[in-house]
Each structure stands twice: as structure tokens, then as C-alpha cells.
């Protein structure tokens, strides 16, 4: 088992800032991918983010390319996200999910395990 527990969530105005991070305690973190998904109010969930088990290949959905940055500390069993010129579109609950495999996807049925969210909301 993978548990996985988000943190960095908040309130934040258009144009700011937020980095979630992701801990994962358990199994193995360092040979697993990683992803980011988001589930906005109303909507299903989506993907937002991948990365693979070392860090040197990401993915990203067409919406966040260019404001969000995946990264990853096997080091740490960490995993974040940094989120620059959040948009009100941008509000969700924000999960991290782990695969049993070390490469990127961008579907959530390829993940095996899953955080509780943190949300983020985008306002002024």
C-alpha cells in the first residue's frame, strides 16, 4: 500500500500562487509515477499533471502548460506542484495519485492509489 497525503491548498487570488505538495509513505515512492488530478465543483475529475519515476519526463493537460510545474524528491517521498497565474477556472479539489509503474499516464484508472484532495480556490 501507497498512502499519499496532499497539503498547500487554499484561497488565493487571480494571478497568484500555490505549491501543493504530496507525501507518500508506504511502498516503494521512488520507482512509481506520480500525477496530479482535479476535480472543479460540479465537474469530474481531470488530469492536470504527470511525472515518472525519476523526474525526467512530464506531461501536462493543454489548460495548466505553461503556469504548472510538476516536480518530485525521491529523496523525500515528495512530490509538488507549483501553480503560477491561477485562474478562477483553476478551483478544485486537487488530488496526487501514484501508479504500480514508473511511467507517465494521463488517464485516473491507471493510477492504483489516491490522496484524500486539498482544495483550491481561486478568487477575489
Known amino acids: 500500500q501507497v498512502q499519499l497525503v496532499e497539503s498547500g491548498g487554499g484561497l488565493v487570488q487571480p494571478g497568484g500562487s500555490l505549491r501543493l505538495s504530496c507525501a507518500a509513505s508506504?511502498?516503494?515512492?521512488?520507482?512509481?509515477?506520480m500525477g496530479w488530478f482535479r476535480q472543479p465543483p460540479g465537474k469530474e475529475r481531470e488530469f492536470v499533471a504527470a511525472?515518472?519515476?525519476?523526474?525526467?519526463?512530464?506531461r501536462y493537460a493543454d489548460s495548466v502548460k505553461g503556469r504548472f510545474t510538476i516536480s518530485r524528491d525521491n529523496a523525500k517521498n515528495s512530490m509538488y506542484l507549483q501553480m503560477n497565474s491561477l485562474k478562477p477556472e483553476d478551483t478544485a479539489v486537487y488530488y496526487c495519485?501514484?501508479?504500480?509503474?514508473?511511467?507517465?499516464?494521463?488517464?485516473?484508472?491507471?493510477?492504483?492509489?489516491w490522496g484524500q484532495g486539498t482544495q483550491v480556490t481561486v478568487s477575489s
Open positions: 511525472i515518472n519515476w525519476s523526474g525526467g519526463s512530464t
Open positions: 495519485a501514484a501508479r504500480r509503474d514508473g511511467s507517465t499516464r494521463i488517464e485516473s484508472i491507471d493510477y492504483k492509489y
Open positions: 508506504g511502498r516503494t515512492f521512488s520507482n512509481k509515477a
